[in-house]
């Protein structure tokens, strides 16, 4: 009966801890804020019966121009989830080859062994920084392969695929398996700190690459349960929207006209939280620094994620499983490796959900839980 993998990250949605340092996203968004300037007048009368599948026009058109696309290439969808998920439905028949990669956000995985594709999987190694090498990706390729799913930057370790290695990605594509769609989630690609340049979006490779995404991380609304996939492929995108009509039949009238609210307000939106993340990510360099003995990690180019690792020489096999116990008696959580395809020692830690006192007092935990079980003097 079971069709679904489960995977302890679950446990993200349920009790909080004093200080969650597992959480890959900022600060909730409040409505009020969102409002304040507005008010809720512009939507009293907002109807709220069925939308269309497509999704509200005015939100595909402030998407299609930030994409550079026509708003008929964009299909709003019940957050990112949805469009990984019907993306992998819709190309990938029982038995299809599809390609990803590993650590990965389980859900994104879970999305293609769901619908029965046959998933081959390149590892991206702590040691490596998590960087894709095309020709280690061209040896997974085949003329059976209808997918290959990406995310730039990635979840768990925030590093992003460069534009020029995504570029080989989409060439090799087109020799080797050329009806095959890249499809890269680019819900992180605006999260960069501070003033750090945005990269541009996959979606102008080529006319088989996907983009979806969402207003979860960088917008800070994951619950508007808002995201989007955009396609140039007319008959792909008519899929996407059947599909979507025939699981959801449209999105919340409430998430899309709020989503469009957003969106209106999105530079100062995320360039509050670029300053914010730039905050993070730079305490977290101190911190990680300062503990080197102990910890090592791969910095990130985007996000509020980043990876870690217990060093094998001070932290043996138990000493992992003694640490997590730890953390948890100090009132912190961290995410565990293992939840996105990697070993425990590596954990994922999120530095931009907590106020900056509130990361002090997290990063001070993690130094308790640290020297509390490490094996050797360090």
């Not at 489960?6 to 009020?32: F, H, Q, R, W």
């Not at 969102?34 to 009293?44: H, I, P």
């Not at 990406?150 to 594509?173: C, F, K, R």
């Amino acid at each position: 009966m079971a069709r679904f993998t489960k995977n302890d990250i679950m446990s993200l949605t349920s009790e909080t801890p004093t200080y969650d340092l597992a959480e890959s996203v900022g600060p909730d968004l409040l409505l009020g804020d969102l409002l304040a300037d507005a008010g809720l007048a512009d939507l009293s009368d907002l109807a709220l019966g069925y939308r269309t599948a497509q999704g509200e026009p005015h939100l595909r058109q402030i998407l299609a121009d930030l994409h550079g696309v026509d708003p008929d290439d964009v299909v709003i969808t019940v957050g990112g989830m949805q469009a990984l998920f019907l993306t992998a439905f819709i190309l990938c028949d029982k038995g299809d080859e599809a390609v990803t990669t590993s650590p990965l956000f389980p859900l994104a995985r879970n999305a293609l062994d769901v619908v029965g594709a046959a998933v081959r999987t390149l590892p991206l190694p702590f040691d490596e920084g998590y960087r894709l090498d095309p020709r280690a990706l061209r040896q997974l390729l085949s003329p059976r392969t209808k997918l290959v799913s990406l995310a730039s930057p990635q979840n768990p370790s925030g590093v992003a695929v460069p534009p020029d290695t995504l570029g080989d990605v989409v060439a090799l594509m087109a020799e080797i398996c050329p009806e095959a769609c890249l499809l890269v989630d680019e819900t992180y690609r605006e999260a960069v700190y501070g003033d750090d340049a945005v990269a541009a979006s996959a979606i102008g490779l080529g006319p088989k690459v996907l983009s979806c995404a969402s207003l979860s991380k960088c917008h800070g609304a994951p619950g508007l349960r808002l995201g989007w996939v955009i396609t140039r492929d007319p008959e792909l995108r008519e899929q996407l929207i059947v599909g979507k009509f025939s699981t959801v039949v449209s999105c919340s009238a409430i998430d899309e006209a709020l989503a469009v609210k957003v969106l209106e307000q999105r530079d100062r939106i995320i360039g509050e939280r670029r300053q914010r993340l730039a905050g993070g990510i730079a305490r977290t360099a101190d911190w990680v620094a300062a503990h080197e003995a102990f910890v090592e990690w791969v910095r990130p180019d985007a996000g509020a994620l980043c990876c870690l690792r217990l060093k094998p020489a001070v932290f043996d096999e138990i000493a992992v499983g003694q640490f997590y116990d730890a953390l948890s008696g100090e009132g912190v959580r961290v995410a565990n490796g293992t939840w996105f395809g990697e070993e425990a020692r590596v954990f994922r830690l999120g530095f931009g959900l907590l106020s900056m006192p509130d990361l002090e007092a997290g990063l001070k935990g993690l130094s308790a839980a640290l020297r509390q079980t490490a094996r050797a003097a360090a």
